[in-house]
């Protein structure tokens, strides 16, 4: 699917399909974070299985109100232990699946919210 946005003067996800999305017309294949104030950095996490409390301490560190988590294919939570150092500063996490999340991240990016997208992204025939 292709996404058109009005306006949007961020990182903003451009398309998505199985197995990859797009950030600003570049097909990306593997996991990816994206912020509202321009920061990209490749999540280093294959599959849902492979997440850990380190991924999402990771997330901690960026300076947004809101985490939008795109758990892969289908929409799966992570484990409360995980969410531990988000809670900590105080950062909203709202989990769907990937596509839903770039949806979701564009609208608020667009708004000019403080957001992030992690984006896990799975290979098309995952479970």
Known sequence: ?????????????TGY?????????????????????G????????NFESLSAAHFEQLAQLQVELIVFGSGNRLRFASPTWMASLIQKQTGVETMDTQ???RTYNILAGEGRKVA???????????
């Open 1 to 13: 699917m292709k996404l058109q946005p009005d306006r949007i003067d961020t990182l903003s996800v």
């Open 17 to 37: 399909g199985p197995g990859w999305v797009a950030i600003q017309g570049e097909k990306v294949t593997r996991s990816v974070v994206i912020t509202s104030d």
């Open 39 to 46: 920061q990209r950095f490749d999540w280093d996490c294959a």
């Open 100 to 102: 839903a999340a770039c």
């Open 117 to 127: 997208a992690a984006l896990l992204i799975e290979p098309p025939d995952a479970p």
